[in-house]
């Protein structure tokens, strides 16, 4: 089992200069993390689907410097600067350059861009920082050749996790589980790793999701996480976590899609019933996110069509649905849930297997 020494690069040769760019899928989470610990630590194993079309494309250029006592980068968000994103670049440098030292050695131009609307509740930053933490290991694999693919994929999503909790999610495989639990072999707190047991019913499952407030959300995701600590539930939630990611082990082996409907919109639920119930409280839903799950309930009721749905932080509502109910459910989208988003909008995505480089 890889520890957290394992991924201090020790031996490295120099390179003038390089240039890299990868795409990073964003994810979205069935049994939900909610709560970390110091070091981006998740309080709670999760485990999530990997997403296809909603991702980050960044491209790297690396420069050797003559001097090296500091971070230098510049960076571009879709074609113009984000003096913004500046700060998270700059504190994500500071947080990894224990595990890679040549950083300092190199000025960088990170241009990046997404297929979505950021700070929406599509977990942009988890794609993001995956996209980051791929051409950061490219770098590395260009100084060091020796690493091997399995080393390069979990320190690439043991760095992405140091940016972004989810995002160590988003670097390989179709369902990635990211956290320690007993009856997960190699899982661990410091990557995530790909679970591989899938059932043929939920291969290239489906995933809409409606844009229901493209706006930022009025509370940050690592605010949220901070208000787990002292949250009068904390404990039961962290336990219950445990308890449905061994559940839906067991229903993405078997197959069983009607248990895997219980598990995923429970887990969305409670999610946002941890939001509630923390001091202070908040609310992500808007009153279309509520009109779209009643929506949901009463058309499979009335149909049998196993469609369902599961909530990220945020009132965007992802739509999830195997891929030979696809023409119905689209039908269904179009007819009653389109008029509840955002000037009509949606993204049809599906299951898709991790980052990819592209050059």
């Given at each position: 089992?890889?520890?957290?020494?394992?991924?201090?690069?020790?031996?490295?040769?120099s390179?003038?200069?390089a240039?890299?760019?990868?795409?990073?899928?964003?994810?979205?989470?069935?049994?939900?993390y909610?709560?970390?610990?110091e070091?981006?630590?998740?309080?709670?194993?999760?485990i999530?689907?990997?997403?296809?079309?909603c991702k980050?494309i960044t491209?790297?250029?690396a420069?050797?410097?003559?001097?090296?006592?500091?971070?230098?980068?510049?960076?571009?968000?879709?074609?113009?600067?984000?003096?913004?994103?500046?700060t998270?670049?700059?504190?994500?440098?500071?947080?990894?350059?224990?595990y890679?030292?040549?950083?300092?050695?190199?000025h960088?131009?990170?241009?990046t861009?997404?297929?979505f609307?950021?700070?929406?509740?599509?977990?942009?930053?988890?794609s993001?920082?995956?996209a980051?933490?791929?051409?950061?290991?490219?770098l590395e694999k260009?100084?060091?050749?020796?690493?091997s693919?399995?080393y390069?994929?979990?320190?690439?999503?043991?760095?992405a996790?140091?940016?972004?909790g989810?995002?160590?999610?988003?670097?390989?495989g179709?369902?990635?589980v990211?956290?320690?639990h007993?009856e997960?072999?190699g899982?661990?707190d410091l990557?995530?790793?790909?679970?591989?047991?899938?059932?043929?019913?939920?291969?290239?499952y489906?995933?809409?999701?409606?844009l229901?407030?493209?706006?930022?959300?009025?509370v940050?995701?690592t605010?949220?996480?901070?208000l787990?600590h002292n949250?009068?539930?904390?404990e039961?939630?962290?336990?219950?976590?445990?308890?449905?990611?061994?559940?839906?082990?067991?229903?993405?082996?078997?197959?069983?899609?009607?248990?895997?409907?219980k598990?995923?919109e429970?887990?969305?639920?409670t999610?946002?019933?941890?939001m509630?119930?923390?001091?202070?409280?908040?609310?992500?839903?808007k009153?279309?996110?509520l009109?779209?799950?009643?929506?949901?309930?009463?058309f499979r009721?009335?149909?049998q069509?196993?469609?369902s749905?599961t909530?990220?932080?945020?009132?965007?509502v992802?739509?999830?649905?195997?891929?030979?109910v696809?023409e119905?459910?689209l039908q269904?989208?179009?007819d009653?849930?389109?008029?509840?988003?955002?000037?009509?909008?949606?993204?049809?995505?599906?299951?898709?297997n991790g980052?990819?480089?592209?050059?």
């Open positions: 089992m890889l520890t957290e020494k394992d991924f201090i690069a020790t031996s490295y040769n390179i003038e200069s240039s890299f760019e990868w795409s990073a899928p964003s994810n979205i989470a069935l049994v939900k909610w709560g970390k610990k070091n981006q630590i998740p309080a709670n194993p999760s999530s689907f990997t997403l296809n079309n980050t491209k790297l250029e420069v050797k410097k003559a001097e090296n006592n500091s971070f230098s980068f510049d960076l571009l968000f879709e074609g113009k600067p984000k003096e913004d994103f500046k998270k670049i700059q504190k994500f440098f500071e947080r990894i350059e224990k890679c030292p040549f950083l300092k050695e190199y960088f131009k990170i241009d861009q997404n297929t609307p950021h700070s929406s509740g599509i977990a942009s930053s988890a993001g920082m995956a980051l933490a791929m051409n950061i290991m490219s260009a100084i060091n050749p020796t690493i693919d399995d390069f994929y979990s320190k690439a999503s043991f760095l996790r140091l940016g972004s989810s995002a160590c999610r988003s670097v390989k179709e369902v990635v990211w956290g320690n007993a997960i072999k899982s661990s990557f995530g790793v790909e679970f591989s047991e899938m059932h043929s019913n939920f291969k290239n489906q995933d809409t999701i409606l229901v407030d493209k706006g930022e959300k009025q940050s995701s605010v949220g996480h901070d787990m949250h009068p539930y904390a039961r939630r962290f336990a219950q976590a445990h308890e449905n990611l061994s559940k839906i082990k067991a229903i993405l082996s078997s197959g069983n899609v009607a248990e895997f409907i598990i995923v429970s887990e969305a639920l999610l946002h019933a941890m509630m119930t923390s001091m202070p409280y908040f609310i992500l839903m009153p279309n996110t009109e779209i799950i009643n929506k949901i309930w009463k009721n009335e149909t069509i196993p469609v749905f909530l990220d932080a945020g009132a965007n992802h739509v999830l649905y195997p891929e030979n696809k119905n459910v269904f989208i179009q009653e849930l389109v008029e509840f988003c955002q000037k009509g909008h949606y993204i049809c995505d599906q299951i898709g980052a990819n480089q592209l050059k």
